[in-house]
């Protein structure tokens, strides 16, 4: 493992092509991951709040207090300055990329600017619900093989006390409509951009918890439906869908439990959740797993060391909470996450958060079967998987330490990457551009491994944690 760390950095945010923006003193500087480059953007660092990457390659909206700068690392002299002046609408909460014209400003109190980059105006839409504890807004994700395809965005605001749905297509207002729920919780777009999805508060009257409607905005079914019922009486608590990859055209929709199921539906046909084999139940006795399946449970000496043990079924998760949480949020599902192909699901449960399950999800409607259980000696605080590898993730258990596990590999325990810094620190991966393309090429075996890094950041500085690399003798930590 190679550490390479830049210090007295803050706001380190990476793209989606391994670019790392952060905040020095005195400069904006980008980081290039790939050709191990350092360019300055701006020297404009008083009142700087937060970074943010948009959806274009190189497009950087720097948020201060009283103005957005978006600039192109490739020519930051240029670019659009948004001033906010007195702030009449809080601060900005959220920065996102429309098209290539267009981005959309958020506010704190839900006030919403559509700001066009050709005119250099900005368009007051319908506030956004801000009462919710998802997300009230959504952008269509676009669609590699139809470049042409017109954008889209979806999001929920109030009229009185009803809740509507608001389509923007081509920047321009599709639709509105009055929506069924009760209290709308978040809005989300399929990874195929052919249906939204609109998450009811668990304690809907009508019993339904989700709606799921067409890219133009009409009614195509509700979950559950009769005669079928949610598996228990709090209804659903997260929505998640899965990507699309070749070998799953269609993509799967999650939906997580208050007590320990998460249902699979089929976005072809919204059906295969009424198959038991389309249920993942987080017991407290795991008795069955795919026959190359394994767990390992790791412990720690009293000298810090790591290490793991296999077990084999029956075992029981160790139950981590000291008594029934009152706070709905803290029951069932913590967390669930596809791979980039939607081949492999993992979870987390509330009841047993030092635990994680990771489950085959095949395309065909073939059975979900539980492949890996890794028991943690501390509790689990995110799982992320690779964005181009499909077997590799990573997760968080505090310490400054993250672990890196390979499916590929069952029979290897995961991997302790120990920092070795002070601090608090979060993890995110690294995209790596050339293994895109190549992925996309279906050439996956081409990404070398040596390649692949994790991004670590904290307030003050941040470090890329490169997995697989071999340092120097005796310099295994990079200081810039």
Known sequence: MIVDC??????????????IAYATPERICVYDTQARSINYVSSETKKLRSLKWLKDRGLLAIIYTDCIHILSIYDPRGGLRINMGSKPFGEVSRVEQLDESKILIL?????????????????KLRPIKTTTSGTAFATRPRD??????????????????????CILCGGMELKRKTLPTTDAHSVSWSSDGNWIAVLDTPIASSGVGAYFYTADGNHYMSYPRAPYQWVNDLGIKELTWSPVRPLRPQPVVALSGYEGQVVLLDSKTF???????????????????HHLGAIFQETVSASGERSYEQLRVPVNPAVTRAKEPTDPKDLGIAEVCFSCDGQWLATRDERF??????WTCPPGGQPTELVSVLFQHRNVRKIAFHPTIPIDLFFDCGEGI???????????????????????????????????????????????????AILASSKTKFCIVFPNKQ??????????
């Open 6 to 19: 830049f210090d007295d950095s803050r706001l380190s945010t990476v793209s989606p092509h391994g670019i």
């Open 353 to 358: 958060q030092s635990t994680i399950w990771i």
């Open 271 to 289: 059906s295969r959740a009424f198959s038991p084999d389309a249920v993942c139940e987080h017991s407290r006795t795991i008795t069955k797993m």
């Open 107 to 123: 506010f704190e109190f839900g006030t919403t600017f559509k700001w066009c980059f050709k005119t250099a105006k900005g368009q």
């Open 402 to 452: 993250v672990y890196h596990y390979n499916l590929a590999e069952p029979n290897t325990p995961p991997q302790a990457l120990n920092l070795d810094q002070p601090g608090s620190w979060t993890f995110t991966w690294i995209p790596h551009e050339i293994a895109d393309i190549r992925a996309a090429l279906g050439n996956d075996s081409a990404f070398g491994i040596e390649d692949m």
């Open 471 to 480: 340092p120097d003798p005796g310099q295994p930590v990079l200081n810039h």
């Open 144 to 165: 590699p093989e139809n470049p042409n395809r017109i954008t889209g965005m979806a999001y929920i605001c109030k009229d009185g006390a009803e809740d509507m749905l």
